[in-house]
């Protein structure tokens, strides 16, 4: 459109200027429309409509301006002698290198916004899980002290010394999981120790009734992690559901096979006056699948009961 030997030198010079300005009403008259439909149609929910109406919008600006734009210029630099096959044609051309920039816009827009959602989403989903993580720790007091009152209360009746005994270990036992409910994995060896104390509780009530044998590598112990209070739980449900006696004890064992506690104990059912509602072995599937993203196994036979609990090895 422009020739340098039909324009003089400053004629050349303003009708470059003049058809830049085009350009830019042309890039920031489309940049509005963009971002003012952007607030009314959504990529996500209606596609097919944000895209029929981007395309009009940007035709009917784009095409119009254009050749107006085009048109002033040849009355100010040719003469007033308009070349409408030049305006259509540079019409065209103006009209996909909109198209394709605002191709462009959009995509990047599209990921960006995807990634935000996805971000969200997932921000969304942790503090559903942490709520979710922290209501299921919130669940292990009452049902620890319920069941340590009882056997207090027991013993309160029985034998004074060891209820004194049992008050001062349970004190300790309590202290451990205030020190831990708020933690999501401890090492090993903590909760082993914690299941020990708690075990001490145990054997001052039932005696040789109740026994426990631990087969684990001590090399192990610093090495792996492990949601807090869960050996202690499935030792609790072993104790609640079998019957036992100081000529039958009950005897639960805990031995690694892998990357895995396995818990063992044989079943001997005891009668309850009401059903189990099973809240503790729930409890422990659900923090485990919130904390570790991992879930527990439970066989049960007639005879036996097994609960494989996986560990987390320290990286």
């Known amino acids: 459109m422009m020739s340098p030997l039909a324009l003089n030198h400053w004629k050349f010079k303003l009708s470059f200027l003049f058809t830049t300005g085009i350009s830019f009403l042309i890039w920031e008259g489309n940049r509005y429309l963009l971002f003012t439909l952007r607030s009314y149609f959504d990529w996500f929910n209606k596609p097919v409509r944000k895209i029929v109406v981007l395309v009009l919008a940007i035709s009917f600006y784009t095409i119009p301006i254009t050749a107006l734009l085009l048109v002033i210029w040849y009355h100010l630099f040719n003469e007033g002698v308009v070349n409408w096959d030049q305006i259509k044609t540079t019409s065209l051309v103006v009209m996909v290198c909109v198209l394709f920039i605002t191709h462009i816009y959009e995509t990047v827009f599209l990921v960006r916004e995807a990634e935000s959602e996805k971000l969200k989403k997932e921000q969304l989903e942790r503090a559903r899980a942490e709520a979710e993580l922290e209501a299921l720790k919130n669940q292990i007091d009452p049902h620890f002290i319920f069941n340590s009152l009882n056997t207090l209360s027991h013993l309160i009746g029985k034998d004074a010394a060891k209820a004194k005994q049992f008050n001062d270990n349970l004190a300790d036992v309590y202290r451990y999981i205030l020190q831990n409910k708020a933690r999501e994995l401890v090492l090993l060896q903590e909760e082993l120790l914690f299941l020990n104390d708690y075990f001490s509780l145990l054997k001052i009530r039932f005696e040789q009734a109740v026994q426990l044998h631990i ?41 690694m096979q892998g990357e895995e506690l396995i818990i063992h104990n044989q079943v001997r059912k005891k009668i309850l006056r009401k059903a189990s509602s099973r809240i503790g072995l729930h409890n422990l599937g659900e923090r485990y699948k919130l904390t570790t993203s991992k879930e527990i196994s439970v066989i049960e036979s007639a005879s036996d009961f097994t609960v494989s609990l996986p560990i987390l090895k320290i990286a």
Request: proline share 10%; hydrophobic share 50%.
């Open 215 to 255: 087969h684990i590598d001590p090399v192990a112990h610093d090495l792996y992690l492990i949601p807090p209070i869960s050996l202690q739980i499935l030792v609790e449900n072993a104790i609640k559901h079998n019957e036992f006696s100081d000529a039958i004890p009950l005897v639960i064992t805990i031995e």
